[in-house]
């Protein structure tokens, strides 16, 4: 495990992902780019902007979605954050920080990324710099009644809570987590 291993997989990854469309493609292409162009493109401290990695966490019954009111985006948006030196693999961060921000032991990530999204935000370096999330989905466990499994809040949340897909909270980013949901629901069906 090193950041070169967590770059070459992301690389990996974004080659071999077939995009669900031109703009995802072009966003594509653009990762591609920046990873090229820098070593430690992964890494948050890579201040002009930096790789993260997400996952939208559905229930078995892929009819709840996990989704967590995210304290500086003030949103409800799916699980994830920053790419970590020991983290293996892009798949790893996604998955990791997943499991980190729900409490969830045991997650099955998709086979690829799902979805891309470029957004600006003032992160843990407390300097703007743009986010370029790799998105996976990934389904809990079932439980033994077919509930959402039962979760815990870590301390970079403001609240974690099941969703139905068809009834988000009113504060959810509506400009992305359908179209993640969607992207979601159809790699994992």
Known sequence: MSVSSLHASTV??????????????????????????????CLRASEPGHITASAIVFDATLRHVLL??????GKWI?????????????????????GEESGIATLHLSSSPVHLHTHPITCS????????????AAVAEPTPDGSPPPIVRSDESIDLAWWS?????DNADNADVPELIRQGLDVLR
Do not use: K
């Open 12 to 41: 990996a990854a974004l080659e071999s992902w077939g995009a669900p469309g031109a703009e995802q493609d072009s966003l594509r292409h653009t990762y591609l780019a920046f990873l090229a162009a820098s070593p430690d493109a």
């Open 78 to 98: 799916q699980l994830g954050g920053h790419c970590e030196p020991d983290d293996a693999t892009i798949a790893d961060a996604a998955a990791r920080e997943a």
């Open 165 to 169: 897909i068809d009834a988000l909270p």
């Open 125 to 136: 370096l407390g300097l703007p710099t743009r986010h370029l999330d790799v998105r996976y």
């Open 68 to 73: 967590t009111l995210h304290p500086r985006v």
